[in-house]
């Protein structure tokens, strides 16, 4: 199993509306991720939101992930996700940042898509329907590796065009793409991501094992995928969950027992309604719980067999990381901040997980999304058109390759 964090730009309360606070925060979570990279933790991912007040101020991740690729060498930056709306932006516009990071990052970014976390997002762009998203990610995924690949690329489809040919620039670096994912809100599309071969992002709001089946169901489709979308297939299900993990036992507990959790889960309530809410699902106004509610040993303990979040020392935790790996999670990643936790505890979390955790459950030091590009193989013809012949004799002193 390989391990990363997950940064949203998560900024609960008045703090949202304060330009000071809201810049220490935004800095503070990419420091974040400066500092896992020297812990071996394998992956970042971004959120990307637009006008989700509190729940998420990272609009451009992007510029987050230059800052972070300059400071680290070996964690991978990914995102979380791409949403690919084409009245958002034009596809050739997201195949070009994605090449671009692809270079600045030294082939360790990730490419992580879906449709959008919900409505009010999507209306900042004019996108009144959250349904027609579904045919605008089917159509945008599949030309963006062709983007990646062709020279002399066009397209004339139901939701973009480019109606002459053009070379989208840069081309990604070396052998490959970036890999490529999918965020699984919604069961029907664990399927759909092995049948693309691509990547699943899955979101732990219930019981893990709850999973089981559609974890199965991506595993038994991504071993033929029927659909091959890019130039190999990235076997992965990546979750994404809650960890408290600390030197000391019963300060851990005392910090996930801290007043305040669940408020992110009212926000995703609110956000997130294009996916499965449940029934009894408390949506932002609301109190996560009563004011003079206190969580009590029975009740973590009940989260933690649940495996809605894990909480304890290194040993406790690394017990508490088998019923994971038992659904077939490859992938495990923590949000940050964590609700209760202080920057300073987060930074503990970082360096004690990394160091003490993770060495007894992810042994190999490569990712495998490297281990997976390494076997990428072009799928489309470099030119459509016929190339025209021509000759230049001269070129500036300056060109890495001459005439």
């Not at 964590?338 to 503990?348: A, G, K, R, S």
Request: hydrophobic share 35%; aromatic share 10%.
């Amino acid at each position: 199993m390989e391990f990363g964090i997950f940064v949203n730009g998560y900024i609960p309360g008045p703090a949202a509306h304060d330009s000071q606070c809201e810049h220490d925060e935004l800095v503070e979570q990419a420091k974040y991720v400066v500092f896992a990279d020297k812990h071996n933790w394998k992956y970042a991912w971004f959120g990307e939101h637009h006008g989700l007040t509190e729940y998420s101020h990272m609009s451009a991740p992007e510029v987050v992930m230059g800052w972070v690729a300059a400071q680290t060498d070996y964690i991978h930056l990914a995102s979380g996700i791409t949403s690919l709306p084409t009245a958002k932006e034009h596809p050739a516009r997201i195949a070009e940042r994605a090449a671009m990071l692809d270079h600045m990052t030294n082939r360790r970014f990730e490419f992580g898509t879906g449709r959008g976390a919900g409505s009010h997002e999507l209306k900042t762009f004019n996108v009144m329907d959250p349904s027609v998203t579904k045919s605008m990610w089917d159509e945008v995924i599949r030309e963006i590796p062709r983007m990646w690949e062709q020279k002399d690329y066009d397209f004339h489809g139901q939701h973009f065009t480019v109606p002459t040919p053009h070379n989208i620039l840069p081309k990604p670096y070396g052998q490959g793409h970036p890999p490529i994912w999918v965020a699984c809100g919604n069961p029907e599309t664990f399927k759909k991501a092995g049948d693309h071969g691509i990547g699943a992002i899955a979101f732990n709001f219930e019981p893990i094992y709850n999973l089981q089946g559609r974890i199965d169901a991506y595993k038994e489709a991504i071993q033929a995928p029927t659909n091959q979308i890019g130039q190999f297939r990235n076997d992965n299900i990546m979750m994404t969950n809650t960890v408290v993990c600390l030197s000391n036992r019963e300060h851990a507990r005392e910090v996930a027992k801290r007043r305040g959790f669940g408020y992110l889960v009212t926000m995703v309530n609110m956000y997130h309604d294009t996916m499965q809410a449940p029934p009894d699902a408390i949506v932002w106004p609301n109190p996560p719980a009563p004011a003079d509610f206190q969580m009590d040993d029975d009740m973590l303990d009940m989260l933690i067999g649940a495996g809605l979040l894990m909480c304890g020392t290194p040993e406790d935790v690394s017990e508490q990381l088998t019923q994971y790996s038992k659904v077939g999670c490859d992938q495990l990643v923590f949000g940050l901040p964590i609700e209760q936790m202080h920057p300073e505890e987060v930074y503990e979390m970082l360096e004690v997980f990394g160091d003490k955790v993770i060495p007894e459950h992810d042994l190999d030091r490569t990712h495998s999304t490297d281990r997976y590009r390494a076997t990428a193989k072009p799928r489309f013809p470099m030119f459509q058109y016929p190339v025209p012949e021509f000759n230049i004799p001269v070129l500036p002193p300056n060109a890495r390759v001459p005439a």
